[in-house]
């Protein structure tokens, strides 16, 4: 299976993150990439497709913000990572959006994802995984790994959030709708909703969205995720949510992850993206459920099982020490 990986990814390394009231060493680092590296055996490094099939997904204005921010900030006297602090309240009018403090809030919906120096380049090369590894399937390959890190599926059209500030899986079926795929699925099996992808994909027909993952009610991102959520529009029946509880274990999330996969069946893809994410693990220090290393290898061959030509890309998973072993065994399954 290829797997593909840009250098430049690791430099993108916020030191602190704002959870549940206190800062907190950045849980999204570096090693994350490199322990799965080693655990796959390395990577290739993706050709630099540029920015269109990344602008084809996000809003002009917020890519020119995730360039400049950082300058913006500096410029204003800070020392530390760009943090939003402060936010547009749902509905509000007469926005004022020249100051940084105010940009942050605009195009953030979190205080858990700075932007530092290194953010837009290593989200770039991020994305570009993301199309390596699409390009590869369009090239034969049955199943391709992106390495995202930072990971994508929080961010959308306009905004980042949750680590994530370009939505890799977002990107990459749209590179496949516009190569000629007319119906593309996104599987999301990480622990957290992938709201952003859930938003960009909404009113549309074309990308079916299924996500496995921790009720809202009780986890973050809390505003999106929620099994009534369903699409609008075109879109509506496009979108399909299955919230677990904590403490979910193979056998349930197994039969919602078929439950995912029927309906992904019935709207008959060309090519499946799934974003994955390690962080329901057992271990795992900031989620709740309890999959173990082997069920991984057991989910994967489900989804290889139903035979679409399939793109993986990297989402979360926060245990350091188990994350390779845990990457490594999900894509055994294929
Ligand atoms: C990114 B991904 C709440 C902490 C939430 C953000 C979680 C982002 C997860 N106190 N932190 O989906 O793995
Ligand atoms: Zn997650």
Known sequence: ???????????????????????VAYAEVPARAETILRAIGGAEAPEDRGEAPIAAVHAPDYLAFLKEAPARWAAAGRSGDAIPYTF??????????????????????????????DTWAAAYGSAQTALAATHA????ERAAFALGRPPGHHAGADYCGGYCHLNTAAIAAQAARDAGHPRVAILDIDYHHGNGTQDIFWDRGDVFY????????????????????????????????????????????????????????????????????????????????????????????????????????????????????????????F
Not at 94 to 116: C, E, H, S, V
């Open 210 to 333: 299924a996500s496995v993952h921790a009720d809202p009610a009780t986890d973050y991102p809390f505003y999106w995720g929620h099994a009534d959520e369903t699409g609008e529009g075109e879109g509506r029946g496009a979108t399909l949510n299955l919230p677990l509880p904590h403490g979910t274990r193979l056998d349930a999330f197994r039969v919602a992850q078929s439950r995912a996969l029927d309906a992904i069946s019935r709207f008959g893809p060309g090519l499946l993206v799934v974003s994955f994410g390690a962080d329901t693990w057992q271990g795992d220090p900031i989620s709740r459920f309890s999959l173990t290393t082997s069920d991984y290898a057991l989910l994967a061959r489900d989804i290889a099982g139903a035979g679409w030509p399939t793109v993986v890309v990297m989402e979360g998973g926060y245990a350091v020490d188990a994350l390779g072993a845990n990457v490594a065994s999900f894509l055994s399954g």
């Open 88 to 117: 547009p309240v749902v509905g509000r009018r007469a926005l004022r959006l020249d100051r940084i403090d105010a940009l942050m809030g605009r195009y953030g919906f979190d205080a858990t994802t700075p932007i530092t120096a």
């Open 137 to 140: 399937v369009f090239g034969g």
């Open 1 to 23: 299976m290829r797997r593909f990986f840009a250098p430049v990814q690791l430099t993108h390394a916020p030191a602190r993150e704002l959870h549940n009231g206190s800062f």
